[in-house]
């Protein structure tokens, strides 16, 4: 069974850098086809996408986030890393972590409140 897990600090002061891991078990990150995104959601508002890492190593990025969202891997240890530059308080929310494969489905792991506030 695929599984997903967020972590990374619950609480991130303004203008800081947001670092957040995605550890994945029961599937490789390189898998074919496998891609790997950062999506969150803001309370009381609907889902955002921010970017995602493919398979191959290629990224892609939501044009809101592009200039300060960086998606990273680490093969050997199974992780994807999201670096969120310049937070403010409207980065608040719950940041999930979703992938996996057309052939044997996405998950989604289980969230990680992140609180931006000085």
């Known amino acids: 069974q695929v599984q997903l897990q967020e972590s990374g600090p619950g609480l991130v002061k303004p203008s800081q850098m947001l670092s957040l891991t995605c550890t994945v078990s029961?599937?490789?990150?390189?898998?074919?086809?496998?891609?790997w995104n950062w999506v969150r959601q803001p309370a009381g508002k609907g889902l955002e996408w921010m970017g995602a890492?493919?398979?191959?190593?290629?990224?892609y990025y939501s044009p809101h986030f592009e200039s300060r969202t960086s998606v990273s891997r680490d093969t050997s240890k199974g992780q994807v890393t999201l670096k969120l530059n310049s937070v403010a308080p409207e980065d608040t929310a719950v940041y999930y972590c979703?992938?996996?494969?057309?052939?044997?489905?996405?998950?989604w792991g289980q969230g990680i409140q992140v609180t931006v506030s000085s």
């Open positions: 979703v992938g996996g494969t057309f052939a044997r489905g996405y998950f």
């Open positions: 029961g599937s490789s990150i390189t898998a074919m086809y496998s891609f």
């Open positions: 890492i493919y398979f191959n190593g290629s990224t």
